[in-house]
């Protein structure tokens, strides 16, 4: 089973900016595709976006325009830059994996993610 790595989280400001990582092992990652959750206090984990084995992205209506979700598949990484964050972003955020490779739907559901890493929480003060 692959491990996932979340770093880059922390304290930010409304209107500021943080960019996560999410470094997996193995040698299979490009083909694989790759999502980020979050959960807030007292509420269930919600999908925030999504990026394919090909490529294509797919985002939560309230992080479009704002989030961009990328990886590099040399570096068996994936990313998510989020920038004007709101005080309604604070929550821990997890990076998944899809389980199947080149699995090309139902991305928003947490149920079909195999692997997650441990979370890291990103607070957006107003």
């Known amino acids: 089973q692959v491990q996932l790595v979340e770093s880059g989280g922390g304290l930010v400001q409304a209107g500021g900016s943080l960019r996560l990582s999410c470094a997996a092992s193995?040698?299979?990652?490009?083909?694989?595709?790759m999502g980020w959750f979050r959960q807030a206090p007292g509420k269930e984990r919600e999908f925030v976006a999504a990026?394919?084995?090909?490529?294509?992205?797919t985002y939560t209506d309230s992080v479009k325009g704002r989030f961009t979700i990328s990886r590099e598949n040399a570096k068996n990484t994936v990313y998510l830059q989020m920038n004007s964050l709101k005080p309604e972003d604070t929550a821990v955020y997890y990076c998944?994996?899809?389980?199947?490779?080149?699995?090309?739907?139902?991305?928003?559901?947490?149920?079909?993610?195999?692997?997650w890493g441990q979370g890291t929480q990103v607070t957006v003060s107003s």
């Open positions: 998944a994996r899809r389980g199947g490779v080149y699995s090309s739907n139902d991305y928003m559901n947490s149920g079909k993610y195999d692997s």
């Open positions: 193995g040698r299979t990652f490009s083909m694989y595709t």
């Open positions: 990026i394919a084995w090909s490529g294509g992205t």
